[in-house]
């Protein structure tokens, strides 16, 4: 019997000292203890499958039709460089970084045009409307079904919801993706991936020069 406890005590402290061992040497590699953790996600999410990128180009269920119209939202546009500015006419023409251009109004509530300069980088706070829509390989049918489908030059597509913090991501026909935070009575509940979106924004609300 004594034998037998010390055969098993020697096997413990192997295993206890194999255990350091390992311990030690992945505090000695933080690198390799990284890469061991990110194999092991990686091997997770191969066999849970429970997670896929988002994707605008897909068919969202349910009939086609208008899902919401003429939402107000406040879209931030960041950053923006400025291409141009008429201060008559209160108007400013932002880029992207993808150099695409728009010419927005200016309101009058926005104290600080006169302040910027062509050439400036800033944050522009712009007042949207957007429509939200199930349509048939870009028309809408009538309701009786009778008359010739209306096209919708739609103009971004919905890349996910999040109805827990209110938002929802477009993505663009260009390619360019925006998040936008809801307001409480945009039925994000009855929207979906795919659905078509008509974004029409045109009023800088405000205006933050970041680049001085």
Sequence with gaps: MSTSRKAGCSRDHQLNQTDR?????????????????????LLALTFTGCWTPPNANVQPPGKPGLV??????????????????????????????????????????????????????????????????ILDNGRLPNADGTSRPKTINFNARILSVDPSYRLLTLQFTNGRKLTIKTSLNVQLTRMAPGMDVVMRSNDVTRIQISNR
Excluded: C, M
């Design 21 to 41: 061992d390992q311990n030690s040497s992945v505090k000695k590699n933080p690198i390799s203890a990284a890469l061991l953790a990110a194999g092991l996600f």
């Design 68 to 133: 919401q119209g003429d939402i107000p939202v406040d879209v931030i546009q960041y950053p923006v460089t400025v291409k141009a500015i008429d201060l008559s006419r209160r108007t400013i023409t932002l880029a992207h970084a993808d150099d695409s251009q728009k010419v927005f109004n200016v309101l009058p509530s926005v104290d600080n045009l006169e302040a910027v300069k062509v050439g400036d980088v800033i944050r522009a706070t712009v007042k949207a409307h957007l429509s939200v829509y």
